[in-house]
């Protein structure tokens, strides 16, 4: 079974320019989480979907940051315009949303470097 | 607001060892705790969840344990192999399916 699919991988960026990140969570999975995590510290969430709905985007920047998650599968993540403090990996992770307490299944992730 | 701290610096054991990783938390009574596994340009794995009424659970050469009064986990690694260097991330959980990551602990186990 396919896990958490992340595109790109990589990302530079100069400041101020528009950058989208992908997610394909893994099938059947109606959770979906975007974090973020900086240099030496744990993700921090950024929001959650459960299916097309986003239930918690209370951190999520949103004079730059917007997300959607059409169809309740693939999820976009995006920044307009990006800031050099946005460098950071960006995780996505997803889970059935049938149960608590679930582990959460995270992708490769996609660094980004704004110059 | 929640407070998560793991050792900030790096914990470096001689093979076959035991690792012990701490969490300690504030401000907070999470429902459960969960460790996760996270190795250099890759996502966090996910390794063992406690319960807030547990008091220890056990996976093969790991072994966590949950202290609610003194907010305290303890995450060990018995017999330690150089295959287990990695960082390891506390997760406190609460709500539904909501969980607040510990900055991590950067394991070395050197042969």
């Known amino acids: 079974e396919a896990g958490v699919v992340q595109s790109p991988r990589y990302k530079i960026i100069e400041k101020k320019q528009p950058v989208a990140f992908w997610c394909n969570p893994i099938s059947g999975h109606n959770t979906l989480y975007w974090y973020r995590q900086n240099l030496g510290q744990g993700p921090e969430l950024l929001i959650r979907y459960e299916n097309e709905e986003a239930v918690d985007d209370s951190q999520l920047p949103k004079d730059r940051f917007s997300a959607e998650r059409l169809k309740g599968v693939d999820s976009t993540l995006k920044i307009q315009p990006a800031e050099l403090g946005d460098s950071a990996v960006y995780l996505c992770?997803?889970?059935?949303?049938?149960?608590?307490?679930?582990?959460?299944?995270f992708g490769p992730g996609t660094r980004l470097l704004v110059l | 607001s929640q407070k998560i701290e793991q050792n900030s610096e790096a914990l470096n054991i001689q093979e076959g060892k035991t690792a012990t990783l701490t969490c300690n938390y504030t401000n907070y009574s999470p429902a459960y705790l969960q460790w996760y596994r996270q190795d250099p340009g890759r996502g966090p794995v996910f390794l063992l969840l406690?319960?807030?009424?547990?008091k220890e659970k056990r996976k093969e050469r790991l072994k966590v344990t949950f202290d609610t009064t003194l907010k305290q986990s303890l995450f060990h690694i018995t017999a330690s192999q150089p295959a287990d260097s990695a960082t390891y991330l506390c997760a406190l959980g609460g709500g539904y399916n909501k969980l607040i990551f510990g900055a991590g602990t950067r394991l070395a186990v050197h042969p």
């Open positions: 406690i319960r807030e009424n547990e």
């Open positions: 992770a997803s889970t059935t949303g049938r149960a608590k307490e679930e582990t959460q299944y």
